[in-house]
Every structure is written in C-alpha cells, then in structure tokens.
C-alpha cells in the first residue's frame, strides 16, 4: 500500500545507479529523494497549522500599544518581505510550470513530487514572508520565534543537502538554487523577529511610564480626554479576521439591531488619527526643507513620503488582483476545449472548476484590502490636508487674507481637501488599467494572432482621444473651482449677514448677487460634465471599436474563427470593459485631485504673520517695562510708501494704565493690533514682556457654553470664577438665563445682547490672569451704569498691578489714567496724564470740550444741577440685584442637527428626480443604457450561436456583429446627453429652491443654527450633487443592467445554476439590506460630523486675532485635531462595510461562476454547443466584476443621496411672510407722517420661551425724536426688532400711519424705515456698491452724503474713489468709519422713520456731536427712535422710553421723568453723572 502510495507520489523514479525510491529509502542527503519531498510537504503544512492557529488566537492588547513613532515598517522588515515573497513565488510559479510541462508531455499529473511540494512551498513561504516580515507587532512573542526558528530549521536543512548534493554531483537546477537561497531569507525572518520583538520591549516601557504621564493637553485645558476604550477591534483584530472583515461584525449587528449613533462608532485607532498623521507629515516636511532649504519642499511627494510604505502594500495587492484577473480567459479557453471533447488529462474538468473557485477567491481579497487600503491613505491625506489648512488660517497674513477669504478657507477644508483625500482609491488604476491592458494583449494573442495590433492601434487612438479631452476638463475644473469660491464666498457673507440684509430690505439684492454667481457656475459645470460624458462615450464604445478591428482583421489576415478563440477574446475584452470605462472616472478624480492640491499647496505657501520676535518670555521680576515700542512704522499692506501708522514710542510699565483716544480712523485699533503682531512692522521694534489679554471691539463668542467662553481652556477655579462673574457684573444677567452659565450660546452670540456679549469678552479676558490688558473700546456697548460699574470694578480694582491699553470714545474715564494717548491720522500727537495734555494741548481741548458741551447741554444741566446725588457702590449693587427671574429648564439654543434615520426608501431619489423634468430625462438616459446592454447580450448571442456553423460565412458573421454593436452604441449618445441635462437642470433647481429657503428663514432659524451647518450643504454637499450624483445615478443603472444580463445569459445556457443562483441572489439581498442598516447612518454621522469641522473652521477664521493674542493656538489646533477624528471615524467604518459587503457578495457570486463551470463538467460533453459554454463563461467570469460593480455603485448612491437629503431640510424651511402682498401694498408715499402706534405688543424667540417683551404700549407722534434708554437686556434692541418684524409678535400689533404692518408685505415694510444697526456692516465689493447696491443713486448724492458723514477726506485719499475696494467684514475700514457708512446708507434712503440701534458706539463724542446734529438737520420732520447708552444723546429727544425687563417703566420728555420722584430714567442720569465726576475723582 505504500508503494503504491510513493508511486502516485514520486512515480517511476530512481537514485543514482538505478536504486528505486521506496518507503524505506533512506537516503535523507539527497534533496530530490521522496522521504526529502514529502518531509517538505510536512514542513509546510505544520508551518500552515501554526499560521492557522495563530490567526484563530487573538493577540494580546499590550502587544499592540505602539507609540506613534514605532508604527511605521522598517527597512529591513519590507526588504525581508520582499526577497521572501519573491521566493515563494518563484516556487509557486516554478510548481505550475512544472504541472503544465507534465500534462504537455505525459497528459498526466504524475508524479506529484515534481509540482506539488514546489506549489506547497512557495504559498508556505510567501504567507510566511507576509505575515513575520509585515504584520509581526501583531504576533505573541512565543509564536514569533517558534514560527521563524522552525522555518530557519527547515531552510537549514534543505540549504545542506542541496549544497551537498551539489558538490557530490556537480549538478544544479532552478530547485536547488530556490532551496539554498531559502536560508539567506530564514535569517531575515529571525532578524525581523528580534527586532520587531525589541521594540515591543520599547513598547511596553514606554506604555508603562505612560500611565504616570499626565494627560496630552490636560495642562493647558484642552480637555482631551481618554477616549480610547472604544477605538475600533481593527487594531487588534488576527490576521484572517482582517482578511474577511470579521472585525466590523459587532458595528454591523449593532447597526441592524438600533439606529446606530455617533457615541456608538468606534474610535479611529492611533495610526490613523491625525495627531499622528499631522505630526509625521511635519516632521518629513522639516526634513526635506533642512535637506534644501533652497527650494521649498513638495507637498506632493511629502505626502508620498509619508505614505509610501502602505501605497507599495495595496500596491501588491493591486498587483496579485490583476494577476488573477487576468487568468480568467485562460481558463475559459481550457473550459471550451474540454467541452469539445479535447481534455488534456482524467478530472481536468474538476481541476479547472476547482482552480476557477481559487482564483476568484484571490481576486476578491486582493481587491478588497487594495481599496481598503487605499481608503485608509485617502482617510489620512485629508485629515492631514484638513489640520495643515486650520493651522496655516490661524498664521495668516493680512495680505495673504486679501486673496485667501474665509470662503476660500472653508472651500478648501470642505471640497479640495476632500477631492484630495478620494485620490489615492484610484492611485493604483492609473498604472494596473495599463498592466491589464498589455495582459490582455499578450491573451489576445495568443487567441488571435496578428489581429491583436489592429486592436492595440484603436486602443492607443482612444487613449490619444482623450488626451486633448482631459486637459480641457483640467482647465473647466480650475474654472468651475474657481466660480465655486466666489460663490461661496458670496453665500457665506450673506449669511454671516442675514440681519443685516433683512433689516435693509436687500436680500433680493443679494441673492441675485449669487444667482449671477451661480449662472456662471453652471457654464464651467455644463463644460466640465459634458467633458466627462464624451469621455465615456469613448470608454464605453471602445470595446465595441476594438472588436470591430480586430474580427475585421482576422477575415483579412484569413485567421480562423472558432468558440475557443472568439470566446476567450470576447471575455479578454469584457473583463477589460469596466478598467477602460472607469478611464474617464480616473481621469476626472485625478483632475479634480491636482487642481485641489494646486489650490491647498497655493494656501499653505501663502505667507504668515512674522510677529515672533515681538514677545519675550521674561520672569515677573526680571522686566522694568511691560510694553516698548521704539520709533515704529507700521502699514496693513507693507508698503513702506502707505503707513498706516507712524515713528510710534511707547513705553508702558507695570501696572501702568494708558488711555488711548482720538478721533475715528485715527489708528487706535491699529496700534493694539500692532501690538499683538497683527499688522506688519515695516520698521523700529515692538517688544511685550509678558501674558497679553485682549478685548476686542467686536465681541468675538463661540458656539458653547457661557462658562466655556470665559473659561477659555483654563481650568475651573471656583472662587476666582465667581470673583470675575462679580467684577463684569454679570452675575444678575445669567440669574436671568434658563441655565445660568451653562446656557448654550448661539453662534456670533446671537441671542445674547451687545452689552453681554462684550462682558463675557471682558470675563474671559479677566480669568486669564494676564499681565497686559488690551481693551479695545469695551464700553461702547454697555450702558452707563453698567461702564461705571465695569471701569470702577474691573479696571481699577481687578487689574490693579497690570499693564493696561484701552481704547476708548469716552471722555469720562481718561482724568483716571496714568497716561492718556491723543492719536490722529496715524501718530500719537501727545502722550500725557490727562489734566498735562488738557492744559498743553489744543486738539485735546476740543474733545473733551465737545464732550462737555454734549453732556452739559440744555435739559440735562438744568435738572442734575437739582438732583445731583452721589450714588455709593452699595447703590449700584443694590439696584443691580433689585430684581431676579427664575426660569424653568428649557431646551437650549442650538439644537443637534438634524438628520434622516432609518431607511428612507426611494424618497432622496423621488426628490432628486422630481426637479426640472429630472425623472424624465433619467428614463430616457436608463431606456438608453437597457438598450445598449440587449445589443451587446445579442451581439455575443449571434456570435455564439453561429461561430461553428458552416451555413454562414466569416463575413457574414462578422458584418452582423459589428452592426449591432455599432447600433447599440448609439445609444450611448442619449445616454450621456440626457444625464448631463438632468444634472444641470436638477442642481438648478436644487440650488435656486435652497436659495429661496435660506433667505426667506425667519432670524429665529440662523439664531440657532450654527454657520457651519449651512455652509457645508451649500459647499461640499451642493458639490456632491452638482459633480457625483447624476453620473452615479446613470453609472448604477448602467452596472446593474450589465450584472442582470450576465446572471441572465448563464441562466438561459446552464439553467441548472438557477438551483444556486436563485439562493445566493435572496443572500446577497439580505445582506445588501444588513448592511445598508447601518451604512446609511454612518454615511449621515459623516454629513453632521463634517459640519462639526466646517462650523469649527469657521468660528476660529472670524476669533483668529483673539485666538493668536491669548496664544491659544495649541488647543484650538488639539480641537480641530478632534473634530477632524470625528468625522473621520464614520467615514472609516461606512468604507469598511462597503468592503465587508463586496467580500461577502464576490465569494457568492464566485459559487454561481463555478456551480456554472461545475455544471458544465458534470454534464454528458457535447450537451452544450462550445459557442454557449464560451459565451455563458465569458458572462460568469464578468458576473463578479459586474455585480460588484452594481452594488459598490449602488451603496456609493446611497452615500451621495445622504447629501439631496441634507439639502432637503433646507430647502423647506418655514418661511416669513411673504415679501410682498399684492392686494395690502401702502401707497407710494407711506409712511407720510412717520406716527407708530404700539398697542400691547408681546414677544417671544420661540413658543417655549418666556415673553421678552410683556404687553408694550405706547405711541411715537410723527416726527417726534424718540429716545429708549434702559439697563442691558432690557428689551431695546427686541422693540425695534419688532418694528421690522424680525420677531413676529406673540400678541398685540404694531400700527404705522394707520396701516398694521402685520398686514403688509416684509420688503414693503423694511424698505420705507430705515436704519443704523448696531453692529456695523460692510460687504466685499466697492463703496459705491457698501452705500447704494441697488444702483439708486447718483455719484454726486453719494459725495455728499459721505461729507456729511466726515468720510469725504477718507475716500478721496484712497486712489478708486467710490470704487475703492472693501475687503472682508469691511476690516480695512476702522470700526467707526464703517458705523459711519453705515448712516450714509439711510442718509441716502431719507425714510420718514429712522431708527439708531447704538448708532454712534463706535466713535468719538466730538464726530458723535456732528452726526447728530447733521442727524437734527437732514431728518428734522422725521420720526426718529434712538437707542443709547450715552445719556446725552437722548436728551435733545422729544421724548424718551425707559424699559426694563421688556416692560415700559416710563415714556415721557426728559425734563419731565427727571422731576418725577423714583424716576428709573432720572437714576440713569444721576448715575451718568456719578460716572462721570467718579472718573474725574480717580
């Protein structure tokens, strides 16, 4: 029994002499002997056993904690890898030659020796090679070395006897050479064991002393967190759990169970995240910029750098999936022989069967990892890209904003850097499409002959084709990248500014800004669309095209047609079908892909604020000076000939305070901006010793907690907390808040008022504990009482002992300070303490005289002169806590976005399709594709059916064929025509119903909904819709047909598969459906994720100056590190179950190719014509590329439709009402008299809130100048909200010259009031365009009314005049210049009711005194409605309103509330003058 087991083993065979291999041969030195061959196959299999065993096992945890600088491979471990691999496979290549050469001579696979072990040993080796060389770190230490000292052993012994074989006999063969070269890769593998192993040691020291490390970023108040007990099973998962994707199984069941949540994601693993990935990138940036400074470094192949280890990995896996591919028509060919009759041995039908299941199985895993691989490079790259662009915004220049708007910036984190990051999926086709192709061609001919070149002229003719095509689409894309900013960064300002617009009746204005903005977009999108469907045409058509030259070929070159080399040609040309269609999506991405790096590389090379050398680090005791600056010279553009600043010296001592003031545009935000290093320093030196604090003029407030915006990243102490809470006098407002400090705070502060806003400014700024204080005029926003409190507490009491620099309008103050600075046209004119500079200085004189006359004038000295009382501190704070409201727990603010759960059904789709006749031209461009898919099934059918029939001639034959296939790609041409139409027409529609959503929301809606929530549909998901959904849509009808009709042709010619297929169609379903539980929540968590980053980006682009003054940038960095990590995270998981799904429907459909194959085989020959068994195998063998086509576009669909659901919800938003109504318009001349009548107006935010305004009556008599004055948050800026019906009332109505405005149109009514707001506007664009965008009014009415405005001067000086340009948020306009643009606009208009919402905060008493009597003059018979905080400008009124907690306590004149007995305006007055004369007394 043995013999005749070593004969079926070893065959006839001999040693030396003629001596029989037996049983009992012992002859172990002689490595062709049998016992050798099968001690080899033992070997291999207990090495398998091991490998199995250990992949079954699962590693230790502690095994697998590597720091971030360890994770990389090392040199020798891919050197190892290779030279190993490469062995193994040699072996096996050797082995399969070896089988081929037996069958050619002998027809026999006898002997097995001679294939078998080779075969045995090469996959051994190169599974061996992988898994020691590459995935050790994994492996437990015993394991490690037992593996690699067992396969040392083995090597060890084959190497001996092979040498001694050698030197006894003097004979070598491609064996021996492959066993002795064994042992040189044996010590690889022990070299990489010991030392993957020493670093594991390093690893667990390392994680040892970390567990006594304090928290990255616990100190400086990051508040990172550790997290890591939910990181993803990936890291840890064996290594066949990786294979098959067994690690994502829990996320997958936990999705179908519940509706999964962003807490039920795991987090990404170490590796990926991008703290690690930034911090590598930097650090190989560094490198090659030390390396040659000369040039600077390429972003590009920085990044290749970084990721060329694992591209090389999917790159071997690209490489084996083609190899496997491409083995596909070879077994065709042999399966059409053996179905012939023409079998080379017994069983080659099973053989074939068999090594088809194999192959098919290869081809999925290698596929599967090469994308999954190739995802994680894309997953990295875009975090990378988006860190990088965060922080590059958080450096920039002022010149370098003036080209990189913060539209730009959030373009690039939301759209380029994603483009970037889809780049390195298709890396690997751009060479594995050619490496295919030239396979092919090698197949073809073989089958063909000569014939092949005709085929490979059509083929380099397309690909010539689509040159000239593609760089057109390269510059349509820069193009449309381009009109895609501008669009932006329209829609951006517009939103920031929605109040702003509504409250000036300019929103139709606006948006048909963006609208034109828009139309322009769509020529460069019909352009670049249209270039991608002729790209497809071409890709789609060329198969067809290269079976026309080559069959036309073979009947002019007389080569003879048959089903082996008709069929084994046809299904060499359909498994290159979907390579050559992809062409134009590879083409496209890669286009995308460069001009998005082109424009990011642009961004992180634009220069940066070089403010380095400005602060000095110092001990306390060590610094005589806080602050020296030494003959200064300073411009915003540095240009040396355009100083915005002037020879400035400064010194300022500790503890020092200086005042700094001066008439608007004179420099004083400029010089505190200098100081910070904000505005180039074009010569002299600035220098700060010390923590800096800065308040800025504009409250900058995040979207968050009250008690995280004064923290600021600190840590929480309580008492001082509270102390700070006390000295900003805040305590009283958040008693008033649902939430206290806790309560959430909207966007830009939004549902806070100015005066609250500024305050926590001024907390956040106190808790710091600086050393110097830049104040930039704080108080303009707060009333009297409040800027008293805040001077008295806050700045002589909490910053006794600090530096301090504060801007301010008000006189009052400035007898308290130190020094007080004079500043006009760019110099400091006189630096002295206040009563030096009043006696020295003429200038000065007259500012504080015109403050004195305002503030002594008329009424208001006649009655103090009466009531002048000192109110104590005790006063105050008794008045201060008079009053308490107590609110019930309610929702807060800013809502959780919203998102779809659950299986939407074909809703998304229905609302795509339904725009623009978009479901008819989707049924015309589908009918297109059925019809081309039937042509080609026809095509193949006639070809098959006729092939061996001798009634109809080779021409014949031929001419049919390529007369339906030319026919079907027709079709073609509707197709891509219809598809382009429909995605042109749906992104219209789409764009223009979003449009009219947003600005016809109600103010309550941007209230709370963060920025970013808004920006990232009109950016990246807009994108997605404009570029991906209407080609993805076409391109899963396309795959699906084709999957139908190669499952239908196998069906009809073996319909014994139906017994298979039917089963494994019902799977797949099911786990279609399994999987699409959870990936349609992991794709939607991806959508409100990306917000998080894009609202984050945001946020820090409009606080970046305060972000850099408090030298925050590390934490701000460490969160947007996290809200990066965030989004990253769904997007991993949604890739990974993708992955999951294909694997597991690629191996089905492998079982339905080979039950096809098996039927075949089991089958009597001769039962199938060889045309049909070609023709159904040609089909099989593209069924798996086709169904995983179909379902990867399928899932890809569902992902992009995510995006038409996020647009939805905004696209139906509840509206105001109407703009106009037609059948209630007011006359022409309304309102004639200016009278408002409020009768008990009551107002809430929402329906759960409590009332803001509590049943408010009164009348202002037309023509009246009506003045409300009260305490912060009182109600003043609701009231005059309500009169623009920005707030629909509760209650009551609001009547204006007989006409209630609740009946009336919103832009009949917000265009006859007019307006100074008090946050001051300026759009990009020209001045002409800032004061008249509606093109009303001539160039000479708007000279005059910027003379009237004092801004004659400024303009003239700036060489365009009235086309002088207005940058971002108007930033290079001072703030005061812009509030006096802002009255130019309604001294433009002249409406008979103008209403001054803190109008003249911003600027000095003296230019204050002008405008309002200017104001007197130009609207003397208009009814004029003033809210102040300066007491002085409501005295001249004919009479005030005196509110508080949103109720009217008195409306009377002036004189008359200031007689009256416990008059709350009256104590206002007593308490301006305490303030005053207290200043004066400092």
């Not at 990051?222 to 996320?251: Q, R």
């Not at 099911?1070 to 609202?1095: C, D, H, P, W």
């Amino acid at each position: 029994m043995m013999d005749d087991l070593f004969t079926v083993f070893c065959g006839d065979c001999s040693y030396k002499g003629g001596k029989q291999c037996g049983s009992v041969f012992m002859f172990f030195t002689y490595p062709f002997s049998c016992i050798n061959n099968a001690l080899a196959i033992g070997f291999n299999i207990l090495l398998l056993f091991m490998l199995l065993l250990n992949s079954i096992h699962k590693p230790s945890p502690a095994l697998l904690q590597t720091p971030s600088w360890v994770h990389g491979i090392l040199p020798s471990q891919i050197f190892s890898s290779i030279f190993n691999g490469g062995l193994g496979m040699v072996y096996f290549i050797y082995g399969i030659c070896s089988l081929v050469e037996n069958l050619r001579k002998g027809q026999t696979i006898l002997p097995l020796h001679q294939w078998l072990v080779p075969l045995f040993q090469g996959f051994t080796w190169f599974l061996l090679s992988f898994i020691v060389s590459l995935c050790g770190k994994q492996l437990t230490k015993a394991f490690l070395r037992l593996c690699s000292v067992t396969a040392s052993l083995y090597a060890g012994i084959l190497c001996f006897s092979s040498l001694l074989a050698v030197s006894a006999g003097k004979q070598t063969s491609v064996s021996i050479v492959l066993d002795i070269l064994l042992l040189p890769g044996a010590i690889l593998l022990l070299f990489c064991t010991y030392k993957v192993y020493k670093y594991k040691e390093t690893d667990d020291a390392i994680g040892s002393a970390a567990l006594y490390a304090p928290l990255n970023g616990q100190a400086n108040g990051s508040g990172k967190t550790n997290l890591d007990s939910n990181v993803n099973p990936y890291a840890e998962a064996g290594f066949i759990s990786k294979m098959l994707f067994w690690w994502l199984n829990p996320l997958v069941r936990k999705g179908k169970e519940k509706t999964l949540e962003e807490e039920d994601i795991p987090r990404l693993c170490e590796l990926d995240r991008v703290e690690t990935c930034y911090t590598h990138f930097m650090e190989q940036l560094n490198r090659h910029k030390q390396s040659n400074s000369s040039t600077p470094p390429s972003i590009l192949w920085t990044i290749i750098f970084c990721h060329w280890k694992d591209l090389l990995i999917s790159g071997i896996f690209a490489l084996l999936k083609i190899i496997t591919l491409s083995a596909g028509p070879l077994l065709l060919n042999a399966f059409v022989q053996v179905a012939e009759g023409k079998e080379v041995f017994k069983y080659e039908g099973y053989v074939l069967v068999i090594s088809l299941f194999i192959s098919k199985c290869i081809e999925s895993l290698s596929q599967r990892h090469w994308y999954f691989r190739s995802r994680i490079i894309g997953l990295q790259v875009r975090s990378v890209l988006s860190a990088a662009i965060y922080r590059k915004q958080l450096r920039l220049s002022n010149a370098a904003k003036m080209t990189h708007s913060a539209g730009n910036i959030m373009n690039y984190v939301t759209v380029d850097a994603y483009r970037v990051g889809e780049f390195p999926y298709w890396f690997h086709q751009t060479w594995t499409t050619g490496l295919q192709l030239c396979i092919a061609l090698v197949i073809l001919f073989r089958a063909v002959g000569l014939a092949t070149f005709a085929a490979l002229v059509v083929i380099v003719l397309t690909v010539l084709c689509n040159s000239p095509l593609a760089k057109l689409q390269n510059r349509f894309q820069t193009k449309l990248m381009a009109a895609q900013d501008e669009r932006l960064n329209a829609c951006s300002e517009a939103l920031v500014n929605m109040k702003v617009l509504k409250l000036y009746a300019w929103e139709n204005s606006f948006k048909d800004v963006i609208e034109r903005l828009r139309a322009e977009e769509y020529v460069w999108l019909s352009a670049v669309q249209m270039r991608k469907a002729y790209n497809i045409i071409l890709s789609w058509s060329s198969p067809v095209l290269v079976s026309a030259a080559t069959f036309g070929a073979c009947y002019f070159l007389g080569i003879p047609l048959d089903a082996s080399n008709v069929f084994t040609f046809i299904a060499t040309i359909r498994l290159l079908q979907n390579p050559v269609r992809a062409v134009p999506d590879v083409i496209g991405v890669v286009i995308q892909a460069k001009v998005s790096l082109e424009r990011i590389v642009k961004f992180l090379e634009a220069p940066e604020l070089q403010n380095e050398n400005i602060r000095q680090k110092y001990e306390a005791e060590e610094s005589r000076h806080s602050l020296s600056i030494k003959s200064a010279n300073i411009s915003w553009e540095e240009n040396p000939s355009k100083l915005t600043l002037r020879n400035i010296n400064l010194v300022v001592k500790p503890g020092e305070k200086v005042a700094i003031c001066g008439e608007v545009g004179s420099g004083k935000s400029t010089l505190l901006a200098a100081v910070l290093g904000e505005v180039p320093l074009i010569g002299g030196t600035i220098q700060v010793y010390g923590k800096i604090a800065y308040v800025s003029q504009v409250a900058w407030i995040q979207t968050g907690t009250i008690q995280e915006n004064i923290l600021f990243g600190s840590a929480m102490y309580k008492q001082r907390y509270q102390e700070v809470l006390e000295k900003c006098s805040l305590v009283k407002d958040l008693e008033m808040l649902p939430f206290g400090d806790l309560t959430e705070i909207g966007e830009r502060g939004v549902n806070l008022s100015g005066g609250q806003k500024q305050r926590i400014q001024l907390a956040r700024a106190l808790y710091q504990d600086a050393d110097i204080y830049l104040l930039d005029d704080p108080f303009s926003a707060v009333d009297a009482h409040t800027a008293m409190s805040l001077f008295n507490e806050y700045v002589m009491g909490a910053l006794l002992g600090k530096a301090v620099l504060l801007v301010t309008h008000q006189v009052d103050f400035l007898p308290a300070f130190d020094s007080v600075l004079l500043m006009s046209d760019g110099e400091i004119l006189h630096g002295a303490p206040y009563y030096q500079l009043l006696a020295s200085t003429q200038e000065f004189q007259d500012l504080v005289n015109a403050h004195k006359d305002t503030a002594g004038s008329g009424r208001l000295a006649e009655i103090t002169s009466l009531q002048r009382g000192k109110i104590t501190s005790r006063d105050i704070k008794t008045t201060y806590t008079e009053k308490q409201f107590k609110a019930t727990p309610r929702d807060q603010l800013i809502k959780q976005e919203e998102r779809e759960t659950g299986d939407t059904g074909p809703n998304p789709y229905i609302q795509y399709l339904s725009q623009n006749k978009g479901l008819l031209y989707f049924t015309i461009a589908s009918l297109g594709h059925v019809i081309f898919a039937v042509g080609q099934v026809s095509q193949n059918s006639w070809m098959a059916a006729n092939v061996q029939n001798p009634h109809v001639g080779k021409l014949l034959l031929i001419v049919v064929y390529l007369v339906i296939g030319c026919g079907s790609t027709f079709f073609l041409l509707f197709r891509s025509f219809f598809i382009v139409v429909l995605s042109i027409q749906s992104s219209k529609s789409i764009f223009s119903q979003l449009l009219n959503s947003l600005f016809h929301a109600p103010m309550s809606f941007y209230d709370s909904t963060p920025l970013g929530r808004i920006l990232s549909r009109v950016s990246s998901d807009l994108s997605i819709v404009d570029l991906d959904v209407p080609f993805s849509l076409i391109s899963t009808v396309g795959s699906t047909t084709n999957a139908f009709a190669s499952l239908g042709t196998l069906a009809v010619v073996t319909w014994q598969v139906l017994f298979v297929s039917i089963p494994v169609i019902y799977v797949a379903l099911r786990l279609q459906k399994y999987y699409l539980a959870s990936a349609k929540e992991l794709m939607r968590i991806n959508g409100t994720t990306k917000s998080f980053v894009a609202n984050h980006l945001a946020e820090s682009t409009a606080g970046v100056m305060t972000i850099r003054a408090f030298e925050d940038e590390g934490r701000f960095l460490a969160k947007n590190f996290d809200v990066i990590d965030r989004n990253a995270s769904p997007f991993f998981h949604n890739f990974a179950a993708n992955e999951w799904l294909i694997q597991r429907l690629e191996l089905l459909s492998a079982t339905v190719l080979s039950s096809s194959a098996l039927a075949m085989v089991l089958l009597p020959p001769r039962t199938f014509g060889s045309g049909f068994v070609g023709m159904a195998l040609s089909y099989g063998l593209s069924l798996n590329i086709s169904l995983i086509n179909s379902i990867q576009n399928q899932c890809t669909l569902a992902n992009y439709i995510i995006s038409v659901e996020r647009l939805n919800q905004y696209m139906h938003i509840p509206s105001e009402a109407p703009e106009v109504i037609e059948e209630n318009q007011p006359p022409p001349s309304w309102p004639s008299v200016g009278k408002v009548e409020i009768h008990d107006l009551k107002i809430r935010y929402r329906p759960d809130t409590p009332l803001v305004l509590s049943g408010v009556s009164c009348t202002f008599e037309g023509g009246h100048k009506i003045g409300i004055v009260g305490r912060t948050g009182s109600g003043k800026t609701t009231l005059i909200g309500s009169l623009f019906r920005l707030v629909e009332p509760a209650d009551g109505k609001i009547i204006i010259d007989n006409l209630d405005i609740s009946m009336i149109g919103l832009h009949d009514l917000r265009s006859r009031i007019g307006i100074i707001p008090q946050d001051p506007t300026l759009f990009n664009g020209t001045l002409r365009y800032n004061l008249d965008p509606l093109s009303q009014y001539t160039d000479k009415e708007i000279w005059e009314v910027l003379r009237k405005c004092q801004l004659q001067e400024s303009v003239q000086e700036k060489e365009k005049g009235l086309d002088a340009l207005v940058i971002e948020d108007g930033s290079n306009w001072s703030m005061g210049q812009r509030q006096l643009f802002c009255l130019g606009r309604v001294l433009l208009r002249r409406s008979r009711i103008l209403v001054l919402d803190e109008a003249t905060a911003s600027i000095d008493t003296a230019t204050d005194s002008i405008l309002q009597k200017i104001i007197r003059t130009e609207f003397a018979d208009c009814t004029v409605i003033t809210v102040a905080h300066r007491i002085p400008t409501v005295m001249d009124c004919t009479k005030v309103l005196t509110m508080t907690d949103g109720k009217i306590v008195e409306y009377d004149e002036p004189t008359t509330l200031m007689k009256r007995e416990g008059s709350l305006f009256g104590q206002l007055v007593k308490e301006y003058w305490s303030h005053f004369h207290s200043a004066n007394q400092h």
